[in-house]
């Protein structure tokens, strides 16, 4: 049975893929410091001999005395609520967090996979975004404690690749969404169907031209699988190259939930980036990988799994067969 080390495995995309190693016949260890996971994202999961929960902040060493053959790294504030509110924190899991686990992989002999983020290219002047664009990010401004802990993860993961010979991977992740997102993310897909649910404005920052490309839950983990699976070690973006404004998300998402809500605007954040769509040649070359679960889809499972989402459903159950 292989054994799995998922950190960040209490949040949002590390309890999904703790269910999807599961149910691929995985033993996995969970790592979490509960910071900005929960214990309710795995009180699904049985305790046991195929999954064990580790309350560990990473910023401190990790010690396992047992065999690990992968590490899923991906400990770390995600949101720019989280990472604001931590901004030491991030640069800490980013560097220190980052630096232990490749530690452990290198002396377990495991295969090591880095959540890194779409954010390494900052507000981008190439578009879409291939593997090879360095990026476009202000250091000093609010956003670079996530992405220059980002960036720099990256750079001591290929470095333990090419010095110590660690077998490492590299996964950009786009905006991703689905259940178990946070209602106080705020996100944009957590934030304007928590606010289509409770009959509120959605709130969209600037004119809502700014673009995003919105990825389901479970098509990420499927591509975390295949790049852990390949030989590939350089960056490869995992995202949906579909391109939207933020208006037309809200939009979407007033149609999808048979919402009454209407749209306002509000002030933009500082360097929040105006594009935002992944190249994935790459993902479709080396993993044979692309999304699968379109956007309307997508919604309505994730409205499903929202609290107090039942009255709304009601009323989009006949959309659905639309």
């Known amino acids: 049975m292989v054994t799995a080390v998922v950190t960040g495995g209490a949040g949002f995309l590390g309890s999904h893929l703790c269910d999807f190693l599961l149910g691929d016949g995985h033993r996995v260890i969970c790592i979490d410091n509960l910071d900005t996971g929960s214990l309710e994202n795995i009180q699904h999961i049985e305790s046991g001999s195929e999954f064990r929960f580790v309350h560990h902040d990473l910023t401190e060493p990790l010690f396992l005395d047992e065999p690990v053959d992968v590490v899923y790294h991906l400990a770390s504030p995600a949101s720019p609520i989280d990472y604001l509110r931590l901004p030491l924190h991030t640069l800490k899991v980013g560097a220190h967090g980052t630096h232990h686990m490749l530690g452990l992989a290198k002396f377990k002999r495991a295969r090591f996979l880095l959540a890194s983020t779409s954010e390494v290219y900052g507000d981008p002047q190439v578009h879409p975004q291939p593997e090879t664009y360095w990026g476009h990010v202000n250091s000093v401004g609010p956003r670079g404690v996530y992405d220059e802990a980002k960036r720099y993860a990256e750079a001591i993961t290929m470095a333990y690749h090419r010095q110590q010979g660690v077998d490492t991977c590299i996964a950009r992740i786009f905006n991703t969404y689905g259940p178990r997102m946070r209602r106080d993310d705020g996100r944009a897909i957590p934030t304007f169907l928590r606010q289509a649910i409770e009959s509120e404005p959605l709130t969209v920052f600037g004119a809502g031209s700014q673009t995003r490309s919105f990825c389901y839950v479970d098509d990420l983990v499927r591509g975390f699988s295949l790049l852990v699976q390949s030989e590939e070690h350089l960056p490869v973006n995992l995202g949906n190259p579909r ?45 044979h990988w692309e999304p699968e679960v379109d956007l309307e889809e997508g919604l309505r499972r994730t409205l499903r799994s929202q609290v107090g989402a039942a009255t709304v459903l009601r009323h989009t159950v006949p959309a659905v067969g639309r």
Do not use: C, H, N
């Open 243 to 287: 391109e939207m404004t933020l208006l037309e998300l809200a939009e979407t998402v007033i149609r999808v939930t048979g919402s009454k809500s209407e749209i306002v605007f509000a002030a933009l954040p500082i360097d929040d980036p105006q594009v935002r769509q992944p190249d994935i040649t790459r993902a479709r070359q080396v993993l």
